[in-house]
């Protein structure tokens, strides 16, 4: 039996002829390709859990600043809010602390897990951790989401891209939140096509995103992009659970990203150049501090 697949037409033809969820077929895939014991495999998913755990928690506790000095510390603020000003909700709420917290790891050079990239890292952990935290979900259950999530990724990146110099912000937080749509859907027992379902939608819903990043670093305006992309699978997860399904489907949609991704303008696509990255506030403080650090060099 051949586990491979392609795109989500044919991930979802496995999963129909071998009555099995996405988590399964891609485990199976796994196994075949890459010659792994089905022990080894999930030894190494807990161990990508156990990175994006500790990335979640310790912004939390011990705030840092970033390697740019743009962000450090929004995590641990989020955290402390009265609950009666969390407007979003419990889940949400956890969600965008966890959001906020892997993206200070990132710029801080602590570890984590890119899913599907660094920039857009804090995205499915947030809503994996949220999930856990809120409800009275199994290990095992978090664990079939992370594998779920990967063959979502998988179809994305061989039939798109992830990079934010080639397609922009739309693929990686767009291709996150696409991940972690489908990790709910299949968590919270939804079908394979529902799962497909939410991804086409949470890439529809942030379809033109740019990547902008200020000063050339992967800190703002990419942390609360993770949150946005977050929030954003579990509206999409919601959506299809419900039975609202897209008009386009997963497959078509990773086509339309990439199409649009590839149309936007270079200024927008990773090289500090346009969007938020020409800010003239934020212009002017680097400024100030390109002249400081030159004057500090003659001293």
């Known amino acids: 039996m051949n586990w491979d697949f392609r795109n989500a037409k044919e991930l979802l033809k496995l999963c129909h002829d071998k009555k099995k969820p996405i988590s399964e077929v891609m485990i199976n895939r796994e196994m075949q390709l890459g010659e792994l014991r089905r022990e080894s495999l999930i030894e ?4 990508i859990l156990r990175v994006m755990n500790t990335a979640v928690d310790r912004p939390i506790s011990e705030p840092v600043k970033s390697m740019g000095g743009l962000i450090g510390g929004e995590a641990n ?3 402390q809010l009265d609950e009666s000003k969390a407007v979003c909700g419990p889940v949400i709420h956890r969600a965008i602390v966890n959001a906020l917290a892997v993206a200070e790891t990132n710029a801080s050079m602590g570890v984590i897990v890119a899913a599907p990239t660094a920039g857009s890292a804090g995205v499915l952990p947030a809503v994996l951790m949220s999930l856990y935290e809120s409800y009275d979900i199994s290990v095992d259950a978090i664990r079939k989401g992370l594998i779920n999530a990967g063959a979502i990724g ?16 739309q693929a990686e937080v767009g291709s996150a939140s696409a991940m972690a749509a489908s990790a709910l859907v299949e968590i919270l027992g939804g079908t394979p096509e529902q799962c497909c379902h939410a991804a086409s939608i949470a890439l529809s819903n942030l379809l033109g995103l740019a990547c902008d990043p200020v000063r050339g670093l992967v800190e703002v305006p990419c942390q609360t992009r993770n949150a946005m ?5 579990y509206t999409a997860a919601e959506l299809a659970l419900a039975g609202v399904g897209p008009h386009i489907p997963l497959d078509e949609m990773i086509q339309i990203t990439y199409d649009v991704g590839r149309s936007l303008p270079e200024s927008i696509r990773e090289t500090a150049k346009g969007g938020c990255a020409v800010a003239p506030s934020l212009c002017a403080e680097c400024s100030k501090e390109a002249a ?4 500090r060099a003659h001293l």
């Open 229 to 233: 992309g977050a929030v954003g699978a």
């Open 154 to 169: 998988y179809i994305i990146t061989r039939n798109g891209s992830v990079a934010g110099a080639e397609a922009g912000c």
């Open 77 to 79: 603020k989020l955290n």
């Open 44 to 47: 190494q998913v807990d161990g």
């Open 292 to 295: 400081w650090q030159k004057a």
